[in-house]
């Protein structure tokens, strides 16, 4: 039997740790100035309760002296004196009245809270440090790990923040929509909870100030007018407007979809439109003002079959419409082989890859469908199926195919222009094939059953890009910020209201004016935030617009302060897959990234180094899609399924039961001349969300097992409508060129 030798402990008295909130503590650049550090001192032992967590967390986390220390020759290591910072000292040491004060605050029950934006973690305070060669620093996160804590109120401290702004908006958006298992509610029960809103940290009175303050650039300084005269287009005839159209390989396609047991084959035309309530309603089918006096939707589906003919390359529903008639635009491939999928086209330079080469000039089209609202009492809010879906306005273009577009968010008190009943959309911007940053004023017809209009832009009122490279992903930060992800790594962001106006022609020819040397607006910030592509560009509008969160192909998100950008930033935890797909939540004030093996999840913004599963689908993830009047999530996979999910319910408490949903389930074949099924009606689901292929089916003898799936079956895009009366309107783009809109609200 061997021997156990017994553990001898240590009696020697051990000297009661101290923390500081100075991040300079201990530098060996400060020993200049240790005599002003060392001016506002204080040895009393309350210092050290003050910077202090409660008792049970401070005997659990509390490390040793010896543990402290970063490396060896630290000088916070045993026997260190780490003091405090007084409330009046700044972080250079001085005493009241510096530019370089640390952001006032106020202690409250041992921990000092701060406004949000100026809010830098809890009461932790970071050990010292010592240079090497003024280069390798060591640094701290500021916040312990959130595995180490089980209470409640440490989750939301250290994810949300300390601040009750932080909190406050947190818990309204839970008590609001923690209920809902995966689909939003169009109004709210007696506890006020379920319903549309928008996120309580977008208060009304900053979206007022959104709408009138925030275009004052455009409104009253002359910006439309510069807009309007930068901006060349013309109306062109139907005919013309063809060649900018999708060229489909099929005048019709086959649509196999209805009630489980009860599916039928349906025949649409390229450019037709379906009823999916006629389908699921055939007793009603010739009756349409019978259901849309009909208030409850039980076991019906209201809502439209579009085919636009080619794969779906980006969808977006136009905001600030509160009017009873909708706006979705599209684009497309320009032209699809036999096989269903978009041909594409040889770059200029056949020695680049074409991801990093601009294409050549071909035509595209972006269109834009008008959809109605009934404006039956009781029944506000929800889709008027007596009236056919309308293609109302294309927007054709040389510019080579549309990669990227979006609307601008920002809320604005749009109107009626004219006496022909224009409608005006906003500003759109795009990247183009060329590799270009564009943003287009668009306006389109009001009056429903009038013919589609098609309109050539030959100049937009924006268009730049940076040198050597192209833009790869676009997003607005506020009105007139507009940033765009770039091929190389580095990120743009353009100030479209300061742009001049277009300079006339020199007199005489040997004239050359700066416009001309340079003729593309230059950024405002222009720097590298990847080594490498840039897949997509967001930001954590409306509540923190300066937070910019990008994605590359070397397989990090990063979220960068646009504030300090050189030393604000984080990144992520490296995935093997680039994250193609990234959105911002803001009720929960995190980003919704998809991941590899089939994985969304949530980084939240104070934690951002972490993440939490909030869903998995049983492919790789192609497009998500949060809610803007509600927190609710589609994700898009290749195989063709559409999942719905409620994050909020996994980020507020991980043993709550979790649920998903699938919306529908789109299958293709290529047997025959092609056909394609929707599936509908599943069930929720409780999905496992831990990293492991037991039990999931794909492992099979040690090895792990992968399908490839038709190109055309994938589910290109998903979008939520952002209109407040309309947020339960989705639409999903498929690679066979169908799209799917409906009311998904109960």
């Known amino acids: 039997m061997e021997s156990v030798t017994p553990v001898r402990k240590s009696q020697r008295k051990r000297q009661r740790t101290k923390y500081s909130l100075d991040a300079f503590e201990g530098l060996e650049i400060l020993s200049d100035d240790s005599q002003i550090l060392d001016a506002g001192q204080k040895d009393d032992e309350d210092e050290d309760e003050e910077f202090a967590f409660n008792e049970a967390f401070q005997e659990a986390e509390t490390p040793e002296p010896d543990d402290l220390s970063v490396g060896e020759g630290s000088e916070g290591g045993e026997g260190s004196s780490i003091r405090s910072l007084d409330d009046d000292e700044s972080l250079d040491g001085s005493i009241g009245g510096s530019s370089a004060e640390f952001p006032g605050s106020r202690k409250r029950d041992g921990h000092y809270t701060r406004a949000p934006m100026d809010y830098q973690g809890p009461a932790i305070d970071p050990t010292s440090f010592k240079v090497q060669g003024n280069h390798d620093h060591a640094h701290t996160r500021g916040v312990p790990e959130s595995s180490k804590f089980a209470s409640k109120w440490d989750i939301y401290r250290y994810m949300l923040g300390t601040g009750t702004e932080d909190l406050a908006s947190f818990i309204l958006a839970r008590d609001k929509w923690s209920d809902e298992p995966t689909l939003p509610k169009k109004e709210m029960n007696k506890h006020g909870s379920g319903g549309f809103g928008y996120s309580f940290s977008h208060t009304e009175r900053k979206r007022e100030m959104e709408a009138t303050n925030g275009w004052d650039w455009y409104n009253t300084k002359h910006g439309g007018k510069r807009f309007a005269a930068r901006q060349s287009t013309r109306t062109i005839l139907p005919e013309e407007g063809a060649n900018y159209m999708p060229k489909p390989n099929r005048l019709e396609s086959n649509v196999l979809m209805g009630p489980n047991g009860r599916q039928k084959m349906h025949k649409m035309q390229a450019g037709g439109t379906l009823s999916i309530s006629e389908i699921w309603n055939q007793e009603n089918a010739h009756d349409r003002s019978s259901i849309s006096s009909t208030k409850t939707r039980k076991g019906r589906r209201e809502g439209w079959m579009l085919n636009v003919g080619a794969t779906v390359k980006c969808l977006g529903w136009a905001p600030n419409q509160p009017e009873d008639t909708q706006y979705l635009a599209i684009s497309t491939s320009l032209m699809a082989n036999a096989k269903g999928t978009q041909t594409q086209t040889a770059p200029q330079e056949p020695n680049i890859a074409p991801a990093y080469a601009p294409s050549p000039p071909t035509p595209a089209c972006i269109q ?29 273009t040389e510019w080579g195919p549309v990669k990227h577009f979006s609307w601008c968010p920002v809320p604005r008190n749009l109107r009626i222009r004219g006496n022909h009943g224009m409608v005006d959309l906003g500003l759109l911007g795009g990247i183009w094939g060329d590799g270009k940053v564009r943003v287009l004023d668009v306006q389109c017809p009001g009056i429903w059953g009038a013919p589609t209009v098609y309109c050539h832009y030959a100049q937009a009122c924006f268009e730049s890009i940076p040198p050597e490279t192209i833009c790869t992903s676009i997003h607005w930060l506020s009105s007139f910020n507009i940033g765009a992800g770039c091929a190389n790594g580095f990120v743009a962001l353009w100030n479209i209201s300061e742009v001049p106006p277009p300079e006339p022609n020199p007199i005489a020819s040997n004239v050359v004016s700066p416009a001309q040397r340079h003729p593309y607006p230059r950024p405002w910030f222009y720097q590298l935030v990847h080594t490498t592509y840039i897949l997509v560009l967001t930001t954590a509008y409306p509540s923190h617009p300066h937070f910019l969160i990008t994605s590359s192909m070397d397989g990090y998100l990063r979220l960068t302060d646009l504030r300090a950008p050189d030393v604000d930033y984080v990144f992520s935890v490296r995935s093997r897959i680039g994250a193609d797909s990234i959105v911002w939540c803001d009720p929960m004030q995190c980003v919704l990234a998809s991941e590899e093996n089939n994985f969304v999840k949530a980084f939240p913004l104070r934690r951002f180094f972490t993440s939490i599963g909030v869903a998995r689908l049983a492919s790789p993830v192609s497009s998500l899609a949060s809610g803007t009047v509600h927190p609710m999530l589609l994700a898009g996979s290749s195989d063709g399924s559409v999942v719905a999910v409620n994050p909020i319910r996994r980020i507020l408490n991980s043993k709550i039961p979790h649920y998903q949903q699938i919306w529908f389930h789109h299958d293709w074949t290529r047997k025959g001349e ?48 952002p209109n407040l009366n309309y947020g339960g309107w989705a639409a999903a783009g498929m690679g066979s060129g169908l799209i799917r809109i409906e009311d998904l609200a109960q």
């Open 368 to 396: 834009i469908w008008a959809f109605r609202a009934s404006t039956a009492p009781g029944r506000e809010g929800w889709m008027d199926l007596s009236r056919t879906p309308e293609l109302r306005y294309v927007i054709c």
């Open 674 to 721: 092609g056909c394609s099924r929707i599936s509908e009606g599943f069930k929720v689901e409780s999905p496992s969300l831990t990293k492991t292929t037991d039990g999931d089916g794909k492992s099979r003898e040690g090895g792990v097992q992968a399908t490839i799936y038709e190109e055309p079956a994938r589910i290109t895009q998903v979008a939520w409508n």
